[in-house]
């Protein structure tokens, strides 16, 4: 089949090392190995490798005159810019499509991006748009609204009528969809996120990992892999290991971000330095060393419509998982047999911590049950396989 992969997202390049860059390359990838042909149009950037030059960032104009607008008028602005840019997006789609004759677009969503769902429309090309997200509620949760934001609302409801296949990554979000733009339930695909087992190391460094933190084998390692973000939870996290009874517990956290310094400051004013450990951000490569070095995996927290990447990875690696209870995370895994599932309240994370620690049984028993989920139907093989044999579904109807 040949394959148009489009992205409009003007700051998401190929080669990012986040979750969304992550999911494109691992999606691309299998499909190119299952002998497709696709090409890619990120306009983010189409090059895989990141660039090699170093460069000190000046301060930008953006930057310097952001804090005196006000920030509704920054929002439509930006709003206002984002419409301009899609404009461009489509002329180079079209263009892409005319050169490369495909059979089908898809598209990676953004926010207010019209562009992929008018050019397939024009053009009568089989259209699949993924949706990663309530992007306008995103936006408006995260930056603010702008003057325009009805027309993102229906920028949104023009997305999901036009493309033939909406392919979303929790429940929550068909459900979602289906409420906001009815959207029929038959043209909505589940694929939770996933994870690539050739990342998995082939040796184990735990010990060595461990060694570093003056622990010894005996000690128990809660773990935490992700960016500190607030809706990660890892406060939430903090809290409930700062009240857990033991003497050999530790807290291993792996990752950087906005609230890195204030959580560590945190871990200072509880005493808690000699059991802590922060890593701040690590290569992708080297993160599965740190899991490997953890006997209980922990995401205390998460929004309410996102499949998360973590909880594959710590299931591939087999270590036992204390998960938050919500919609996308009870898509995949059972509570009580997969993992332990809770309510994001620290009283409730305490009481998973100290049944987890209290209960090495119990964890294995989970850390398998949970590994061989993971590899049996949450790899990226199966979640592109899934999406193409949706298509081919659509396509001969």
Same mark, same amino acid.
Not at 177 to 195: D, Q
Not at 281 to 288: D, M
Not at 306 to 332: C, H, Q, R
């Given at each position: ?59 930008? $104009? ?11 008028? *920054? ?11 899609? $404009? ?15 059979? &089908? ?77 009815? &959207? ?30 003056? *622990? ?16 990660? @939870? ?22 950087? @971000? ?11 004013? %509880?005493?808690?330095? =000699? ?8 290569? =992708? ?12 995996? &922990? ?6 419509? @996102? ?54 049984? $119990?964890?294995?028993? $989970? ?7 993971? %590899?049996?139907?949450?790899? *990226? ?17």
């Amino acid at each position: 089949m040949k394959i148009l992969y489009y992205s409009a997202h003007p700051n998401l390049p190929l080669s990012s090392r986040s979750g969304p860059g992550t999911h494109m390359r691992e999606i691309i990838s299998a499909w190119k190995e299952d002998g497709h042909e696709v090409q890619v149009l990120i306009m983010g950037g189409n090059d895989i490798a990141p660039p090699t030059i170093n460069t000190t960032p000046r301060k930008s $104009l953006k930057s310097r005159i952001k804090p005196i607008i006000p920030k509704v008028i *920054w929002e439509t602005l930006k709003d206002a810019s984002l419409r301009k840019f899609d $404009l461009h997006c489509e002329q180079e789609l079209r263009k892409a499509c005319e050169q490369f004759q495909p059979e &089908v677009i898809y598209e990676r969503a953004y926010f207010n991006m019209l562009s992929g769902v008018r050019v397939a429309e024009e053009l009568k090309i089989f259209h699949a748009l993924e949706m990663n997200a309530p992007y306008p509620e995103e936006k408006a949760a995260m930056e603010g609204k702008g003057l325009f934001h009805y027309k993102s609302v229906q920028a949104e409801w023009e997305q999901c009528e036009k493309t033939q296949l909406l392919v979303v990554v929790s429940s929550a979000l068909k459900k979602y969809f289906i409420e906001r733009t009815g &959207v029929a339930a038959n043209k909505v695909l589940i694929t939770p996120n996933a994870v690539n087992l050739d990342y998995l190391p082939k040796t184990s460094k735990a010990a060595e990992i461990r060694e570093a933190f003056s *622990w010894s084998k005996q000690d128990v390692v809660f773990g935490f892999v992700g960016s500190i973000f607030p809706y990660h @939870g890892v406060d939430k996290l903090i809290e409930a290991f700062a009240l857990l009874e033991s003497e050999n517990k530790r807290l291993l956290i792996v990752g950087g @971000g906005a609230l890195l310094d204030t959580y560590k400051a945190r871990v200072a004013t %509880l005493k808690l330095n =000699h059991r802590v450990a922060f890593t701040g951000a690590v290569p =992708h490569q080297e993160v599965y060393h740190y899991i490997d070095a953890m006997d209980i995996t &922990v995401m205390a927290d998460s929004n309410w419509y @996102g499949s998360p990447v973590k909880i594959f990875e710590y299931g591939a690696m087999k270590k036992a998982l204390i998960a938050p209870n919500t919609i996308p995370v009870l898509d995949v895994m059972v509570d009580g047999v997969d993992g332990t599932l809770c309510s994001n309240e620290t009283p409730k994370i305490l009481s998973a911590m100290t049944q987890m620690h209290e209960n090495e049984a $119990l964890r294995n028993d $989970l850390a398998h049950s949970w590994h061989e989920k993971v %590899l049996k139907s949450h790899t *990226w093989r199966e979640v592109s396989r899934s999406i193409l044999h949706e298509i081919t579904k659509h396509l001969t109807v």
